[in-house]
């Protein structure tokens, strides 16, 4: 029997609709900017907050009683989930989707074994895939979990650990290619320090430059023509991890000679927690020339930790979709939902709530962004701030023909007083305001 046999497949009926089970903004093929909303949006579901997480918490044991969490051996679960999660993502309707290799296929008792059981299950993915036209946005190794992880991955201060973690990685790369993934994701779960008395921090740090430089050797090896991404977060489990943000990556990747290998994936949750905002976070990385993906979810301001909520605010989502328009796009990469139910939300319903309202609300946020762009205000007000920039003597500043005293004779041979001229941020808040109604 199946899990979801009284849901339906999920359809667009418009913001009149009183129907639960069904979208009413997003509409899949309505024309965006010349592009169709799916294709600007490239929406994925996640396996494992969907498929995996039991609804436990550091204060409880498990809430959700899936059929494929007990009752079989460790593959025939795994076989099970996936008819679970593939009933899921073709009913829901999102294009894509995303998983760990943990997430879909169990552990062995040795790496042969954990080899063996993960091969069968991208089998098992790749005619699920055929059968209902889904394709992946991005697969990754689970390199956190187990507790050979406890002191990091690529960051251990055993090198073996460090062969365990180049095994799953190389395994879940091989497989990504082999299901047609779009991209291949890092999350340094445990790439950090809990203490700096028992942490060689600069060692960690060119061990992580060794092993991206081997994911990315290999990388071009298999022929996987998507990109590697790095998901930043500032901290949870570790105290403080190594891909902090953004800007922290850029540095990172730089050092070690990555920049123009390696892009990131930013996930809304994980900026919040290092204390910037979800469109900082894309700004920077469209500036920098390295966004990649998103994880759509948000956090609670009044709760310290990464609660992966589905988003469920309109202006806060514009604002972001506006900066991944400004930057040209997503390209290879989409919108994730890296984002769960609460523990309290136990019907197999609950789960399709979650995704359609998040949906509805990124859908709402890119026409929202569209508006911004067609109207075109907000980047008349940006352009004109800078057009100093853009002028002749501007572009002699930024381009090295002008040294510092040749700038600063200038000055006095002018011998004149600069004034400021306004920000105007309160009229361009109000603009804003008025472009989300």
């Given at each position: ?10 359809r ?5 609709s ?7 903004h997003y ?9 169709r909303m ?6 994925a579901a ?9 609804g436990l918490?550091p ?13 079989g051996?460790p593959m025939?679960?795994a076989?099970?989930k996936a008819?679970?999660a ?9 294009p894509?989707?995303c ?14 074994e954990s ?5 069968r299950?991208?089998d098992?993915?790749?005619?699920k ?12 190794a ?32 091989d ?5 047609g ?13 809990e ?7 600069g060692q960690e740090l ?5 092993f991206?430089?081997?994911?990315v050797?290999?990388?071009?090896k298999?022929g996987?023509?998507?990109a590697?991404?790095i ?8 105290k403080?991890?190594y891909d ?21 994936n930013?996930?809304a949750?994980?900026a919040t927690l290092?204390?910037h905002s979800f ?15 998103l994880?759509m979810?948000?956090g609670?301001?009044?709760l310290?930790w990464d609660t ?7 202006p806060?989502?514009a ?9 040209g796009?997503l ?10 139910v ?17 949906m ?11 508006k911004m762009?067609?109207d ?13 920039w853009?002028t002749p ?5 930024l ?27 309160e ?5 804003f305001?008025?472009l989300?109604r």
């Amino acid at each position: 029997m199946s899990y979801f046999q009284h849901i339906p497949a999920i359809r667009y009926e418009g913001p009149d609709s009183t129907n639960e089970l069904a979208f009413k903004h997003y509409d899949k093929d309505r024309l965006v900017l010349g592009k169709r909303m799916e294709d600007h949006l490239r929406f994925a579901a996640c396996y494992w907050h969907n498929f995996v997480w039991t609804g436990l918490d550091p204060f409880g044991g498990a809430t959700f009683e899936r059929p494929w969490f007990q009752g079989g051996s460790p593959m025939e679960l795994a076989r099970l989930k996936a008819d679970a999660a593939f009933e899921f993502f073709a009913k829901l309707g999102v294009p894509y989707y995303c998983f760990h290799d943990r997430d879909v296929a169990p552990e062995g008792v040795t790496p042969r074994e954990s080899q063996d059981n993960f091969k069968r299950i991208v089998d098992v993915l790749a005619d699920k895939q055929q059968a209902t036209g889904l394709k992946l946005l991005w697969g990754t190794a689970n390199l956190f979990s187990h507790r050979r992880f406890m002191s990091g991955a690529a960051s251990n201060p055993d090198p073996e650990i460090f062969k365990m973690a180049a095994l799953q990685v190389r395994d879940a790369m091989d497989a990504t290619l082999a299901l047609g993934g779009e991209n291949y994701v890092l999350w340094g779960g445990r790439e950090g320090y809990e203490t700096l008395l028992n942490t060689r921090l600069g060692q960690e740090l060119d061990q992580l430059g060794r092993f991206l430089n081997l994911v990315v050797d290999y990388k071009h090896k298999i022929g996987f023509k998507g990109a590697i991404l790095i998901e930043p977060k500032p901290r949870e489990p570790s105290k403080h991890q190594y891909d902090f943000d953004t800007a922290t990556v850029y540095g990172f990747l730089v050092r070690y000679g990555l920049e123009k290998e390696v892009k990131v994936n930013i996930e809304a949750n994980h900026a919040t927690l290092s204390g910037h905002s979800f469109e900082h976070e894309i700004a920077t990385a469209g500036a920098l020339g390295i966004l990649g993906s998103l994880d759509m979810n948000r956090g609670d301001p009044q709760l310290g930790w990464d609660t992966d909520q589905f988003p469920n605010n309109v202006p806060e989502t514009a604002m972001a979709l506006y900066h991944v328009l400004q930057a040209g796009g997503l390209g290879s990469g989409g919108l994730n939902f890296d984002a769960k139910v609460r523990r309290q939300s136990i019907d197999a319903a609950d789960l399709f709530h979650g995704h359609i309202g998040g949906m509805d609300i990124c859908a709402e946020a890119l026409l929202i962004a569209e508006k911004m762009i067609v109207d075109g205000r907000l980047k008349a007000a940006v352009d004109t701030r800078y057009a100093g920039w853009d002028t002749p003597a501007g572009q002699d500043i930024l381009n090295g023909r002008r040294g510092l005293a040749e700038l600063a004779d200038d000055v006095l041979t002018r011998n004149t007083d600069v004034a400021p001229v306004s920000g105007r941020q309160e009229v361009l808040e109000n603009l804003f305001n008025r472009l989300c109604r």
